[in-house]
């Protein structure tokens, strides 16, 4: 069966975009060639787990990466998906293929030294733009909030009594983390230039953090906030508010945290998800194990 009709699903109706679709082409072409040269098979209607192995091994072979695998095989998944709802095969051949392990990648994070340094900035609270710049970051890295979860912040969650700040998580699940009382003088302060400035624009909405123009903030204006401001102090190269995010847990944890409290904090659905950041406080004992100890 031509790859033209699968790709056709794709785009027509799976809805693909045009980037996804090109990666599909790539993978596809290449396992054809492949079975080509090597079974002289013209189409996949043929082929057993056996070619597919085989196809993995040599990709192996030439030292590409588990990720880049992974995908190949999902790929080659979909397109024999698409073959059985098509009626052209029974069974799919990739029962009793599996994936490569990809090595887990773990959280880049900046040092609380280094964050020290981004909130010791000097704050000109009589500028809108840079006190909201400067809460996006003092919010991110005292809560662990997530970038959608602080385009979202209400006024209404904010508690100067409670010192808490109310966040809307994944699946709508609500959640009060606690902030220092700095932050809520802060805030308090904010509060009321920010409602001078919406009453002057005559506008009238209950997202807590605004642009200049008394308008609530968006997505990529808080990623570029966050990339402006670490890249002052580290080299990493995405710097974007999930390291913020990551960093809050790994301080947390590092300072003795319970890890279960760390995965309200976070909004964890489950403890493994939370989990990740141990391995970074392990990684920073060896360091300093290796450092110290005189048989290291």
Request: hydrophobic share 35%; proline share 4%.
């Amino acid at each position: 069966m031509p790859i033209s009709s699968f790709i056709n699903y794709l785009q027509f109706e799976k809805r693909y975009s045009p980037h996804t679709i090109k990666s599909y082409q790539t993978d596809l072409g290449q396992f054809f060639i492949y079975i080509k040269s090597q079974y002289q098979m013209e189409d996949g209607l043929e082929v057993g787990h056996f070619h597919i192995r085989s196809w993995i091994v040599s990709l192996m072979e030439a030292e590409i990466s588990p990720k880049s695998i992974n995908r190949k095989i999902a790929t080659l998944n979909t397109y024999f998906k698409f073959l059985i709802r098509e009626g052209k095969l029974e069974k799919s051949p990739m029962t009793k293929i599996q994936a490569p392990k990809t090595p887990k990648k773990l959280p880049s994070v900046v040092t609380t030294a280094q964050m020290n340094i981004v909130l010791e900035d000097q704050l000109d609270e009589s500028d809108i733009k840079s006190f909201t710049d400067y809460l996006i970051i003092e919010i991110l890295y005292q809560t662990g909030m997530r970038r959608a979860e602080l385009v979202n912040l209400l006024v209404g969650g904010f508690s100067k009594t409670g010192s808490t700040l109310k966040v809307l998580g994944k699946r709508n699940k609500e959640r009060l983390i606690p902030i220092q009382k700095q932050l809520v003088e802060k805030l308090e302060l904010y509060l009321e230039k920010r409602n001078k400035i919406l009453n002057k624009a005559g506008l009238n909405h209950s997202n807590l953090l605004i642009n200049e123009s008394g308008k609530p903030l968006y997505d990529k204006y808080i990623y570029r906030v966050v990339n402006k401001y670490l890249g002052a102090v580290s080299t990493q190269q995405k710097k974007s508010p999930h390291m913020v995010r990551h960093s809050f847990a790994t301080h947390l944890l590092e300072n003795g945290a319970d890890i279960n409290a760390v995965k309200e904090l976070l909004g964890h659905a489950n403890l493994a998800a939370t989990q990740i950041y141990t391995h970074n406080t392990i990684e920073k004992l060896k360091r300093t194990y290796k450092q110290a100890h005189p048989k290291a």
